[in-house]
């Protein structure tokens, strides 16, 4: 479970629904014993641990216009951390030497932040716009919505593969928030538009070289020339894998529509 680690130190991989018990843990820690100095900065930005409820005004309701809990009535911790955090960011998979520097970085410029390396990601949730210029790797931010830190993680990372997709240092999920959700399909729909758009170059062992000119031939804007060269192929060679790609799926890149229909795919396919 994702949580706030020592500097340094990398957690084992885990699946995305257990990003729901971030601030469930820390904030759970908290209530049974004294929290550290770090943790008490991490449940202040977070919202509040729950454990010191907030100064009463005069009339006897808490400061900042909130009626105060009823004696008796403890409050969920994890809620009101997880209320607090607004951003999650995700960055793309860093090299063993590389990730203990970069988290204490993203550390010391996000001191208030939930932060900690997940799968060799860096995973932060803040309760304000992430600070990165120091961060040295393809990033993705999306919105904490509702509380819900397993959906914007799923949300960063989908924001993600767009922007590693397109050559993008780093990318927000408001920006593509439409293609994200033409991602989200269902299996179904996902299975059947890429047989219709790809039909036989999903099979990888046949053509795979296929599939990969046609993600090297649009992500270098249609350029022959550039492809090529990304593919160490002879412009040639190039121009007769196109050739094979239209006549296998039907696709005329040279049309806006078939055009984006093969971008999605490829978006779809991680290619």
Known sequence: MLSA???????????????????????????????????????AAAGGGGERPA???????????????????????????????????????????ELGPALARLRADNPRALTAALGGRLVMYRAAPPAC????????????RDGDTAQAYRTALQTLAVARAYRLDNLEAGEVMPLLSVLSQGDRERETFLSQCLGPLR?????????????????????????????FVHRHTLEYRLRRVRHLTGLDLGHPLHRLRAELALLMTGD
């Open 203 to 231: 099979d990888e062992r046949r053509h795979a070289h296929l599939l990969a000119t046609l993600a090297a031939y649009l992500r270098h804007g249609m350029c022959t020339a550039a492809a090529a060269r990304s593919l």
């Open 133 to 144: 210029d120091a961060l040295r790797a393809v990033y993705a931010v999306a919105p904490v």
């Open 55 to 97: 100064p009463a005004a005069p009339d006897g309701s808490a400061a900042g216009g909130r009626e105060r809990p009823m004696a008796g009535a403890p409050r969920a911790a994890h809620e009101d951390a997880a209320a607090g955090l607004t951003h999650c960011l995700v960055s793309g998979v860093l090299e063993d030497a």
């Open 5 to 43: 680690c020592p500097p340094g130190q990398q957690l084992p991989p885990t699946g995305d629904d257990e990003l729901t018990g971030v601030v469930r843990s820390l904030a759970g820690a908290t209530a049974s014993r004294a929290p550290g100095p770090r943790e008490e900065r991490l449940v």
